[in-house]
């Protein structure tokens, strides 16, 4: 019994190491965090979190956030919360077509800049133990809404034709005879989203070692339930002392827009909590 359970936290941690083989980018995730108990139940918790991108050469975003829990029975949990989000949104290339929606007419390039965000958060946890193995599923609600915010644009229009000899701007394997610097005004916006996480937990007997993995999925409400990104993540937990733990993972996570990075990233995770 005892090597089975072993095998199948085995395979976990080989599932998210093949995944991650596939990365496009490198990161390095760091956060530090209080949590204080009142009884058995009832939790509040503070943190900063920081993540580097672009080979952990650059700051992608910067968060700070307030939450609570509390434990309707042993196997439910409820939580909420609210995080400041500081991001820094990625170049962005969005090609332009004439009103035929057909013929193409030149790209919009949005140059990288900084948004801040305010997010809401709702989740409900239930979990069931299994021998040493603990198992559970999170439903979270996201509500995040965008502040507005400005950013340099490039516009490259009118592909060159044969014959021209006037001056010409490159950009993407195409010259265009017509360019112009801009700004554009990112109007503010709502987003509402479902991010579902199922983990499984393993207690190594006689040590105060907890490895994981988990694997989440997010969801846009906005939009039909429209995926929006995913992540894999294998991690080891760290109980040093009953108020110090430690956190060491490693995830690969998938992105569809622009938000948080427009590319799929594996990343370092690190993270201390202090237990009052």
Known sequence: MLSRKRFLLAALSLLCAGSLMAQNDFGVWTSVS???????KFSIDAGVENRLQENATKPLRWDFGLGASYKVRKFLKLGAGYT????????????????????????????????????????????????RF????????????YNK???????????????????????????????ELTTDQKKAKDKHALRSRLQVEY????????????YEVTNDLGNQLR??????????????????????????????????????????????????
């Open 84 to 131: 400041y989000i500081r991001g820094r949104n990625l170049q962005e290339v969005k090609p332009r077509y004439k009103n035929d929606g057909v013929t193409f007419k030149g790209y919009n390039v949005d140059h990288e800049f900084w948004r801040n965000k305010h997010r809401l958060y709702f989740d409900v946890t239930g979990k069931v133990a299994c021998g």
């Open 149 to 179: 915010a400005e950013c340099v644009r490039d516009k490259y229009e009118t592909p060159m034709q044969p014959g021209f000899s006037g001056t010409t701007y490159p950009f993407n394997g195409i010259d265009f005879i017509e360019h």
């Open 227 to 276: 995926y929006d990104k995913s992540r894999v993540c294998a991690g080891l937990e760290w109980k040093v002392t009953k108020k110090h733990i430690l956190d060491f993972g490693y995830l690969y996570q998938t992105e569809s827009d622009n938000d948080e990075g427009n590319s799929n990233i594996h990343a370092i995770k690190v993270g201390y909590t202090f237990k009052f």
């Open 134 to 145: 603990t198992f559970s599923l999170r439903e979270r609600y996201l509500y995040t809404h």
């Open 34 to 40: 209080a949590e204080k108990s009142f009884g058995k």
């Open 203 to 214: 207690n190594i007997k006689g040590l105060p070692l907890n490895p994981y993995a988990s």
